[in-house]
């Protein structure tokens, strides 16, 4: 029996994604948050963020990102970012920037705020600002020198896909340009929003084979300058990623009504059920929530996973994908070149860019 067969917890969680509201300007065709948001009425309190935070340090967690929606639509963000750095965390926010004055982010920064990570939809005006829902370019573009004012790490983040890859090189110049301490490539991935405009947004294998040079190449010039991590398509793969670091081993996500996920899509997936902070603590549920033992350990996988080395580096995969591609959670993803579906990844890759975009709402 391997090291990690069983469901036990093997640690702490590294992180804590805190979705402290759905609220958000923009309306990205690629929005991760779920189809079916939380209202604003349903919103933990600045006291229940509080004690969360408090809990997450006690348990060893280094990470808070606080995330949304957009957290800038929290009026009481100072006090939650204040709460987390003052719990000991390291406080890092994921935001649009619509909104984020100067004044606004000196309030920020006074209360703890560590790191900043910022997308960027597209590298023109135009398409960016479609692919956003809203005129948000500009205001991102014009927030850059302002945070270099302030003592901020700050990351970029360019979400690419079919409608913007042929002009990455361009895309990545414009990011060196703007000199972030750190440059994320994400290709789109399919859940949420996403999903439902995925034959808008996905690549052409020639796009995505273009793509990789360009990467490899910008990853050799920027070395020692700005850190550049680079997230690989799904759907052109051989073996799965390792999925928020593997299910209930590296991170909890609380959304704004304070359910505690496993990750971002986990409430797709039939029969799981999420117990909240409001309830719960968070040791408790990282340790005995259901949902988080579900596919902890590897006593729920194939014969096929549970034979392969590669379990220790993927931990299985994507659980959501699995259910998203073939209807089973329990199936190996099949962006494994090992899984019987893997041959559906070739008829899922289907680009069209006539069909009609939906926004987030
Ligand atoms: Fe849920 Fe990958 S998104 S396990």
């Known amino acids: 029996m391997s090291s990690n067969s069983s469901s036990s917890v093997t640690g702490s969680p590294l992180s804590l994604i805190a979705e402290v509201t759905h609220r958000c300007p923009l309306h990205c065709l ?4 779920p189809v079916e948001m939380q209202r604003a009425e349903s919103e933990l309190s600045t006291d229940d963020w509080r004690r969360v935070f408090q809990q997450a340090a006690e348990m060893g967690v280094l990470h808070l990102h606080l995330t949304g929606g957009e957290p800038l639509a929290r009026r009481d963000l100072p006090e939650l970012i204040r709460a987390g750095r003052e719990a000991g965390l390291y406080v890092n926010m994921i935001t649009s920037g619509v909104g984020l004055t100067e004044e606004r982010l000196a309030t920020l920064v006074e209360a703890g705020l560590e790191h900043l990570q910022l997308s960027f939809q597209d590298l ?22 302002v945070l270099k004012r302030f003592p901020l790490a700050f990351t970029i983040n360019l979400v690419v896909h079919r409608m913007n890859l042929d002009r990455l090189e361009e895309f990545i110049a414009l990011a060196e340009d703007l000199n972030p301490d750190r440059l994320e490539i994400a290709h ?16 052409t294998e020639d796009q995505v084979q273009r793509s990789l040079p360009i990467v490899d190449a910008a990853r050799q010039r920027l070395k020692g300058r700005i850190h550049l991590e680079a997230v690989f398509p799904d759907y052109f ?34 029969g799981l059920s999420f117990d909240t902070v409001r309830e719960h603590d968070l040791a408790w549920i990282w340790e005995s929530s259901s949902a988080f033992q579900r596919f902890r350990g590897d006593a729920w996988m194939s014969p096929t996973c549970l034979a392969c080395p590669r379990k220790e580096q993927d931990f299985g995969g994507c659980r959501c994908q699995a259910f998203l591609m073939t209807g089973d959670p329990d199936a190996i993803d099949p962006v494994c070149s090992y899984s019987p579906h893997h041959g559906l990844l070739q008829s899922l890759r289907v680009s069209d860019p006539e069909v009609l975009p939906i926004w987030r709402g």
């Open 237 to 270: 793969g051989s073996f799965p990623k390792a999925c928020v670091g593997g299910w209930g081993r590296q991170m909890m996500l609380i959304d704004p009504a304070g359910q505690a996920l496993p990750c971002h899509s986990a409430a797709i997936i039939p």
């Open 124 to 145: 023109d005006e135009v398409s960016a600002n479609h692919i956003a829902g809203t005129k948000a370019h500009a205001i991102k573009l014009a927030l850059v020198p």
């Open 30 to 33: 690629y929005c991760s948050n």
């Open 188 to 203: 789109v991935q399919y859940y949420g929003w996403a999903l439902k405009n995925r034959s808008l947004l996905m690549p």
